[in-house]
């Protein structure tokens, strides 16, 4: 038999036990023959009621035994029939003399259909070419892996079946017995689709192993999340062996300044079973750091449970190390051209400033050059007219003295005295030399006045007398204040404080208060040019000048009551070249020179008050000495 089973052959075994016993029996019967006839006749009818006993109770124990033996059988054949594994049996010479319905199954054949079948070449074949030869030895590769003595080969062979694909079977073959004949009994296991499963991960290996993106996957049943498997490529991200890689948590490749926040989100994600993105700075095991771009996704088994966590990094330090340049040159040009535009501001200014101040300064030469011009015959005329004036009284005296003592002078006389109305001449005379004088004196101040306006040694600063400057702008654009037909005349309130001399660049100064005097004569002006002159008449155009000392700082207030200004002109109204002047009519240029002139060259303060309907006010604030 090819199969051994406990009791049957237990059983067996002691039927087979018997012939001792039988042999025993055998010889007492033998024995009886040497018996006396009467004692033999009693003895051997015993010994025969005896036997028939015992034979009637073996022929029991027969019937039981072969009822045992049946079920025994038939336990064994359902247990074949029943095994999931395709089982065959292959006599000596390779046929198939046995096959269960698995082995049926596994061939898409019946069993009819198999059984006389070469096994070995034609039914399994080894790889594309099966060349296990039977009588050889159909067992090359025996082990005696299994009980002592009893052979076993365990192959992988390809099963070829009817009308369908060849199968990936895991054979098993053992020696038994068939029909009291040496037999082999096969085993099959079909592993098609675990060999499958095998190429697979295989490839999935592969594919790991391949690509440069690095892999880590961690124990999510574990609270510690150690790392149980990593690919190649998150070793050479790292520096890290896989052996110093598996068994911990991820955390030993950050350092005191990762992300903190980035952490956060990580917590979160493994906390709720759920996926995140980060980037976070890394060291390799060298202390070099890398830009991990970190993604976490949960894995779960078919009953939707948690099981790991796969982690997958991206090396992105060249990106960042190209976003920081990146950044660094958009803030450099950000800044290159802000610069380049401060410079450009810059330059505008001060060129416009430049040729303002040329011209200012071409103004004030021109000035200069016809003051002096000027001043040297209106000091001759000034000079000489004391002279005059006392000639002239000297002679008119000598003239009365003589029409005193000579009332009737010659006819020719008195007709000359008559054409030439001596007496009003003489009444006249001094009040026409009066009113030069004061002329004269006028013009002397004019000089002046222009001669201070002009002064245009700004190379350091000297004192000055503020009231000097006022006055002589005021003098300068008494033009444009004391009206005409078209315009009432503009009053000028001056509250002057007692101010020591202050030291500053006189030029610049004057024309400070050129500039301001000048927007407050446009701010009274413009308003009323749409007026008749009755109505502008009806209320006084006024600038006020007050000036004080406050602690150790001028300070002169210019305002005028004209129609004010808006909030939003008021605030850029030092700004360069803003104007609200008509084109042609300003350059916008005269308040943020003077702004410059005060605040940058003499460390003061400029600014405007203004209230619509009522007026603007400028007040300078200086220091007396620097
Ligand atoms: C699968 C997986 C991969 C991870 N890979 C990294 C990694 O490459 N670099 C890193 O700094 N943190 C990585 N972490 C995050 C840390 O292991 C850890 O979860 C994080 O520091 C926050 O937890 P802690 O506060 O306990 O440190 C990974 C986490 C998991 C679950």
């Not at 009637?56 to 045992?68: A, G, R, T, V, W």
């Not at 070469?118 to 090359?140: H, K, Q, R, T, Y």
């Not at 300003?586 to 209230?611: A, D, F, N, P």
């Amino acid at each position: 038999m090819f199969f051994r089973e406990a009791d049957p052959q237990n059983k067996l075994s002691n039927i087979s036990s018997h012939p001792q016993k039988n042999a025993n029996t055998m010889t007492d019967q033998t024995n009886y023959q040497n018996l006396p006839e009467n004692s033999a006749k009693t003895n051997i009818s015993e010994a025969y009621i005896v036997n028939l006993c015992e034979l009637q109770q073996i022929q029991l124990e027969m019937e039981q035994l072969k009822h045992d033996l049946k079920a025994s059988e038939s336990r064994f054949r359902n247990t074949i029939a029943k095994n999931a594994d395709g089982i065959a049996i292959v006599n000596k010479q390779g046929l198939v003399c046995f096959a269960n319905p698995s082995a049926e199954a596994l061939f898409n054949c019946k069993a009819e259909e198999l059984l006389g079948q070469a096994f070995f070449g034609n039914l399994v074949v080894e790889g594309s070419a099966c060349d296990i030869e039977m009588d050889a030895d159909i067992i090359p590769q025996v082990g005696e892996t299994e009980a002592a003595g009893m052979r076993v080969v365990q192959t992988e062979v390809e099963a070829i079946r009817k009308h369908k694909a060849n199968a990936v079977v895991e054979m098993r073959v053992v020696e038994t017995e068939w029909e009291g004949e040496i037999a082999y009994l096969a085993t099959l296991r079909d592993i098609t689709d675990r060999k499958r499963a095998e190429e697979m991960l295989w490839l999935y290996d592969r594919a790991m192993a391949a690509t440069s993106t690095g892999v880590a996957i961690s124990d999510a049943t574990n609270p510690e999340h150690p790392i149980i498997y990593c690919n190649p490529a998150f070793e050479s991200m790292t520096g890290y062996r896989r052996e110093e890689i598996i068994g911990k948590n991820c955390r030993f490749l950050q350092g005191s300044d990762t992300d903190s926040k980035a952490l956060e989100i990580i917590r979160q994600a493994l906390k709720t079973d759920s996926e995140c993105q980060v980037i976070l700075k890394n060291y390799r095991k060298d202390g070099t750091v890398f830009w991990n771009a970190l993604s976490i996704s949960p894995v779960r088994d078919k009953t939707g449970k948690l099981t790991h966590f796969i982690g997958v990094q991206r090396d992105i330090t060249d990106r960042k190390k190209d976003e920081e340049a990146l950044q660094n040159s958009e803030a450099q040009s950000r800044e290159q051209s802000a610069q380049l535009a401060a410079a450009l501001d810059e330059l505008k200014n001060t060129h416009s400033q430049l040729v303002q101040s040329e011209k200012m300064s071409s103004l004030g030469m021109l000035i200069a050059g016809v003051a002096h011009e000027i001043n040297n015959p209106v000091t001759f005329i000034h000079g000489n007219l004391a002279y005059l004036k006392d000639y002239a009284k000297d002679l008119l005296h000598l003239l009365a003295l003589y029409q005193q003592h000579y009332p009737n002078p010659i006819p020719e006389i008195q007709q000359e005295t008559k054409n030439n109305e001596l007496d009003f001449l003489a009444e006249d005379l001094p009040k026409i030399l009066s009113s030069m004088s004061i002329g004269v004196e006028r013009i002397c101040q004019i000089v002046q006045s222009l001669r201070n306006f002009s002064r245009h040694d700004d190379s350091q600063m000297k004192p000055m007398n503020l009231h000097e400057g006022i006055d002589s702008t005021l003098l300068i654009l008494n033009h444009r204040l004391k009206g005409n037909g078209e315009m009432p005349p503009i009053e000028i309130v001056k509250q002057y404080g007692n101010l020591p001399s202050v030291e500053c660049f006189a030029g610049p100064i004057n024309q400070v208060f050129m500039n301001i005097l000048s927007n407050a004569i446009d701010a009274l002006d413009d308003p009323n040019s749409q007026l008749t002159f009755e109505e502008m008449s009806e209320k006084l155009s006024q600038i006020k000048i007050c000036t004080e000392v406050v602690g150790n700082l001028v300070e002169i207030k210019i305002s005028d009551n004209g129609p004010g200004i808006t909030e939003e002109v008021k605030q850029r109204i030092f700004d360069t070249f803003f104007t609200t002047k008509p084109i042609g009519k300003g350059t916008g240029m005269g308040l943020s020179i003077s702004y410059q002139i005060i605040v940058e060259r003499h460390k003061g303060k400029l600014y405007c008050t203004s209230e619509l309907g009522k007026g603007t006010e400028f007040t300078i604030k200086m220091p007396i000495v620097h």
